[in-house]
């Protein structure tokens, strides 16, 4: 038996199978409420390009859907030729699972195109900080970082900042034609293609610019009260020996971020933690991983998919 977990992001969709050992997982383009027209047509056919054979059952973590997007899917998938069992859950589902929040309290941080912070008290409650949308949250994402650096060289042009090299990169990154113009350009794109121009503001902090520095810094801040916040939820005090994770492209795929964000939570939390590093997969697996309890009838599986709400 095999069972099929999809973690649909802001950028990209990853597939994984339970058990790991069966078919190959990968990365195909995403589907997302936000931006596509008709989402049950689009994610039939991923599901059909993905498992030509269906599987016992699928479990499809996804950014940006409420409780009325979910429910339409489920009726919409079989008229589309998906007769398979599928659940459909909120990405921080599967984030959640992936890092272990099922079995004991700890704190999750998640940076990719957006942001979010996770955390299990000590009797099992879940709480999430951040994570409402691009637009008023998502702080220390990809998007957010790049939107605060085109901000800065807003900024510098408008002589109410310091001056910076982003000025240049940002603009010919865009390709906006002038720094004027970045402004009008980036707010036109889909914050993915925003979120992609983060290694720029990393070529110019590794070149020493004080602003590009100022920019990552403040990431790593917000993702540490974020952390802080969730646990505060749940009445978990943020101290030395605390379980953190953290995932997410942004934290996988570079490592200037991710170290920075070590010292500035063992800063804040007073000492060393127990720190994990999910890998790009862990999202996609747990909710295969899911898959496979619910289906079977496992109480806990059933319990996260269908009642937990993140």
């Avoid at 030729?81 to 704190?107: F, M, Q, S």
């Avoid at 590794?206 to 917000?222: G, I, K």
């Avoid at 020996?241 to 170290?259: C, F, K, T």
């Avoid at 790009?280 to 991983?289: D, E, G, I, Q, T």
Wanted: include cysteine.
């Amino acid at each position: 038996m095999s069972y099929l977990g999809l973690d649909i992001g802001g950028s990209k969709c990853r597939y994984e199978w339970w058990p790991v050992c069966g078919a190959e997982g990968g990365v195909v383009d995403p589907v997302h409420p936000a931006v596509d027209d008709d989402v049950a047509h689009k994610l039939a056919m991923t599901l059909q390009a993905i498992a030509p054979v269906a599987p016992e059952a699928a479990v499809i973590a996804m950014a940006g859907v409420d409780a009325a997007g979910k429910r339409t899917l489920r009726e919409q998938l079989p008229v589309h030729g998906i007769a398979y069992p599928i659940e459909i859950v909120e990405d921080t589902i599967a984030a959640a699972a992936a890092a272990g929040l099922r079995e004991e309290p700890g704190v999750l941080l998640w940076s990719g195109t957006g942001s979010f912070a996770i955390a299990r008290g000590e009797s099992g409650q879940l709480a999430r900080v951040g994570g409402r949308g691009f637009a008023f949250s998502d702080e220390g994402s990809g998007y957010d970082i790049v939107r605060k650096a085109v901000v800065a060289v807003l900024h510098a042009i408008d002589c109410r900042g310091r001056e910076t090299q982003l000025v240049e990169s940002m603009t010919s990154a865009f390709d906006a034609g002038s720094p004027e113009r970045l402004g009008g350009v980036v707010q036109r794109l889909r914050p993915r293609d925003v979120a992609r121009r983060l290694p720029v503001v990393l070529e110019a902090y590794e070149q020493d610019d004080w602003v590009a520095a100022d920019v990552l810094q403040n990431a790593m801040y917000q993702l540490t009260q974020l952390g802080v916040a969730a646990l505060k939820r749940v009445g978990s005090p943020a101290v030395a020996g605390s379980r953190v994770a953290y995932g997410g492209g942004v934290l996988e795929h570079h490592a200037v971020i991710r170290d920075g964000l070590d010292r500035t939570l063992q800063a804040s939390f007073g000492g060393e933690l127990a720190l994990r590093l999910l890998p790009s997969s862990a999202a996609a697996v747990a909710a295969a991983h899911l898959a496979s309890g619910w289906h079977q009838g496992d109480a806990v599986a059933k319990e996260w998919i269908e009642r937990v709400s993140l």
